[in-house]
């Protein structure tokens, strides 16, 4: 049977994982590659993203490494550069960094403010930006962006800066889906939910909180009883980047085991 991606070279911002472990970028970079895409594993941290482009390559898969903030938009062309220089286009991007900024409406500082929207939001648009002139000249590619449920509905958690910088990924979403659809170019948006990944996992450690504790009053509220994980994000990530999904663009879709669908 075909690999489902044979073929593609796919850009992975934030292909890396803070821990052991399978992050949603980490899953997705290695799904990919399984699936036999050539892969562009983008991180902040250098060894995060080599370590993601071993695991790839000890699994048979062709992956190379990059180090980029994706809020800087140098750093953002230079790795545009070496995917194009390495293997002349680009069909997938895919973009996963996200980083959660804690505090209400009140609370959130300035500073903590401009930070979520710099990497959530200038960040995301910034690697599309780079990214869509190499799709329009090859005549189309698929972009997959990372957002969440708390983009369109309060978890319970007073993360305003996140959610309103998640928010901004949506729409910027729908508007590159308009406006590059006549150029072959689908642009879809994952909202995630509840996952049980290194980050999150970190998080709540770093609160000195208790893992199952929290776990727990989650999977309370979750349909199917239980945290996600990243392999559940990349599944989805997977279908739109194959031809799979060549009709669907636009769209903003839940992975969530039906939490979404909760009001209490
Ligand atoms: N884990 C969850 O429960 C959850 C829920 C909703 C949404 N999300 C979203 O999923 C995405 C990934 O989450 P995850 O928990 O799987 O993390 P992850 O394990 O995929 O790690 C994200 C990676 O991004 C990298 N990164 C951070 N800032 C960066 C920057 N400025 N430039 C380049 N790389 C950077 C980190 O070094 C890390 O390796 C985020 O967008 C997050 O908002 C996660």
């Known amino acids: 049977m075909a690999r489902r991606l044979e073929g593609k070279i796919a850009l992975v911002m934030g292909a890396g994982s803070i821990g052991p472990g399978w992050g949603n970028g980490k899953a997705t970079a290695a799904l990919f590659a399984r699936e036999g895409a050539k892969v562009v ?135 590159i889906a308009v406006d590059f659809g006549p150029k072959g170019i689908r642009a879809n948006t994952i909202l995630i939910g509840m996952m049980d990944t290194p980050l999150a996992r970190g998080g709540i450690e770093a609160a000195g909180r208790d893992i199952d504790a929290i776990y727990g009053t989650y999977t309370d509220k979750i349909p199917l009883r239980r945290m996600g994980t990243g392999w559940e994000t990349a599944n989805l990530a997977l279908f739109l980047a194959s031809d799979e999904s060549s009709y669907i663009t636009a769209a903003e879709i839940p992975v969530d085991g039906g939490l979404i669908a909760r009001c209490l």
């Open 41 to 175: 594993a983008v991180d902040r941290d250098p060894a995060a993203a080599a370590e993601t482009a071993r695991v790839i390559r000890e699994e048979g898969g062709e992956c190379i490494d990059a180090v980029a903030d994706i809020s800087v938009a140098a750093d953002v062309d230079a790795v545009v550069a070496k995917a194009i220089d390495t293997w002349g286009r680009i069909d997938v991007l895919h973009n996963n960094v996200g980083i959660v900024g804690l505090g209400n409406a009140l609370k959130v500082t300035e500073a903590a403010w401009e930070k979520s929207f710099a990497v959530n939001s200038r960040g995301l648009m910034l690697s599309c930006q780079k990214v869509i002139p190499h799709m329009v000249a090859q005549g189309g590619g698929s972009i997959i962006n990372i957002s969440t449920i708390a983009s369109v509905r309060y978890l319970g958690f007073s993360y305003a800066a996140y959610d309103a910088s998640k928010a901004a990924v949506n729409a910027l979403t729908r508007s």
